[in-house]
């Protein structure tokens, strides 16, 4: 190997490059897969909201919620039993954490289930502004921007559909009446 020695300075300087992206390659990865992650945007505008979303390929209709611009940080519902029948169904949040049905009446039906940390899969939210990701559709949405509740307009029944939280609470706050 005549004419391509490397002295031993530079090849220390090599070494220590390479290692130090080796070391920090697999924190950077973590990172940007993190839930923390998609936290993309600015939060939301009033004190939380719940929405009701489905996975792809999947009949299960999920809950999640937000007081910030994450999902999954949760705030409770204490002002009362509200409803929105979109596409058909009626959704309807309870007082408690978390405590979403779905069905043919207002109060009643199936349980919806927590999404858990795959919620950051498949909901991105950006101010008021949230949006189905990864192929899941948005069902329905319950927030709270003042002392009473607002339910969401309706939401296209479409894959990858957006919806508008913190609305108006004002008269019924445009969910169904009782």
């Known amino acids: 190997m005549a004419g391509r020695q490397i002295d031993r300075r530079t090849l220390i300087k090599g070494a220590a490059v390479a290692g130090a992206a080796a070391w920090t390659a697999p924190m950077i990865i973590d990172s940007l ?39 999954n940080t949760l705030s409770t519902n204490n002002a009362g039993t509200y409803c929105k029948t979109c596409n058909g169904t009626t959704y309807s949040i309870l007082n408690g954490q978390g405590n979403l049905k779905y069905g043919s009446s207002c109060g009643s039906g199936t349980a919806a289930t927590a999404a858990g940390s795959s919620c950051s899969t498949f909901i991105q939210i950006n101010g008021n502004t949230v949006t189905a990701i990864g192929g899941a559709t948005l069902l329905a949405a319950f927030s709270h921007p003042s002392s009473s509740l607002s339910c969401a307009s309706c939401p296209s029944n479409s894959p990858n559909n957006t919806i508008t939280v913190c609305g108006s609470s004002a008269g019924s706050g445009n969910c169904d009446s009782d």
């Open 33 to 71: 897969t993190s839930p923390a992650a998609a936290t993309s945007g600015s939060p939301i505008t009033c004190s939380w909201f719940y929405l009701l979303f489905k996975k792809p390929g999947d009949s299960v209709v999920y809950w999640t919620g937000s007081n910030g611009n994450a999902c």
